[in-house]
């Protein structure tokens, strides 16, 4: 009778009849068969996933952080200082000794060879140039941040509102573009001199001394001038994110204007955010360097990069590598820094995942 039954379900595809054998429970190679999809990750471990993928970008990565083992970790157990002037010792070659330490060295003592020579003052040039790489390297990511939080709100505040109070913002940031940068550093390491000189004498502002008023003026250049950038940057992508529903629907649950910008929009803009900021780095390191050469950097004895290239011009013809390692050490830290927002751009832009 069961035979006969099944006979007519299969004669039949119209019936209404359930098969038993329908019902049996799937086994486990069964049920690993149906699934499809891949594991969940949350946003920042996908997005780092995708990073370590790009060769050129991990490449970059690891130059950065040996770049900065070398400027900030390696002085630390360098055998000499920044500041060190060493009589007899002036205007040595690579790996050079003066008489006494030759001297020292045929006794049997051992003196630590000068890798990059010494500079006019008999101070050794590969300390020089590591302090001066962690002084550009300080400068750049310190103006970087502060460029991107005050850009970053000003634009996003912009690009909310809309309207008049987005107009009257674009346009001070349209007068901003006009302020000459370097007249304004001149300017104010001029009125600051003697107030941050006073300053620095009180207990717990003694760095205000080792910078000197010109790299204290930069800071605030930079934190007045120089985030009009990304202020635009960040305006252009809130205006096109506000159109889209998930804003309209956390406004309809009753959300305030300081959520949706802090929760939904400048969360969607951290592709922009990132690379932008990474990509400021070296400019800010470049322009720290542009103003060192002229003479508006960091204070003597302290060395930047670029004051180190500057004082290296004198000499040129004689030593060409006193100019070589400061000019080489800016350019591989712009192209790595350059190479590695590119590669965090294409890993954390949803707009860029395929």
């Known amino acids: 009778m069961s035979d006969k039954m099944d006979r007519t379900h299969a004669r039949n595809p119209l019936s209404l009849q359930l098969k038993v054998d329908d019902f049996i429970p799937a086994s486990a190679d069964e049920k690993q068969s149906l699934v499809i999809m891949r594991e ?20 970059s990565l690891a130059i950065v952080m040996l770049i900065v083992v070398m400027c900030f970790i390696v002085p630390a157990f360098y055998p000499y200082k920044y500041e060190q002037q060493m009589k007899g010792s002036e205007r040595l070659g690579p790996f050079g000794h003066s008489k006494t330490e030759l001297a020292r060295i045929q006794a049997g003592g051992k003196v630590f060879p000068h890798i990059l020579g ?17 002084v550009s390297m300080t400068v750049g990511i310190v103006a970087s941040l502060l460029i991107l939080m005050i850009g970053s709100l000003y634009g996003a505040v912009a690009g909310y509102l809309g309207g008049t109070v987005d107009m009257i913002m674009m346009r001070v940031v349209d007068i901003i573009y006009t302020v ?61 994110l506000k159109q889209n529903e998930y804003v309209t629907a956390a406004k309809a649950l009753g959300a305030g204007g300081r959520r949706i910008i802090g ?3 400048i969360t969607n803009c951290i592709g922009t955010l990132i690379v932008t900021t990474t990509l400021q780095i070296p400019s800010s390191i ?22 180190l290239a500057s004082a290296a011009l004198n000499g040129f013809q004689t030593f060409p590598e006193k100019l070589f390692a400061p000019a080489f050490l800016i350019f591989i830290i712009i192209l790595s820094f350059n190479l590695l927002g590119d590669g965090l751009r294409d890993a954390f832009d949803p707009k860029l995942k395929s």
């Open 118 to 134: 010494t500079d006019q003052n008999g101070r050794d040039y590969a300390i020089r140039v590591m302090v001066g790489g962690r």
């Open 286 to 307: 470049f322009t720290e360097s542009f103003l060192s050469f002229l003479g508006l950097g960091v204070q003597a004895p302290m060395p930047s990069l670029g004051s």
């Open 40 to 59: 969940s990750v949350g946003f920042w471990k996908d997005g780092f996933r995708r990073f370590r993928r790009n060769k050129i970008a991990m490449a």
């Open 180 to 240: 000459p940068d370097v007249l304004i550093i001149i300017l104010l390491a001029q009125t600051l001199k003697y107030p941050l000189r006073s300053l620095g004498e009180l207990p717990g502002f003694g760095w205000i001394q080792k910078l000197g008023p010109n790299m204290v003026s930069m800071f605030i250049v930079f934190a007045l001038l120089y985030w009009v950038g990304m202020a635009r940057i960040i305006r252009s992508q809130i205006m096109v």
């Open 263 to 265: 929760k939904h929009l």
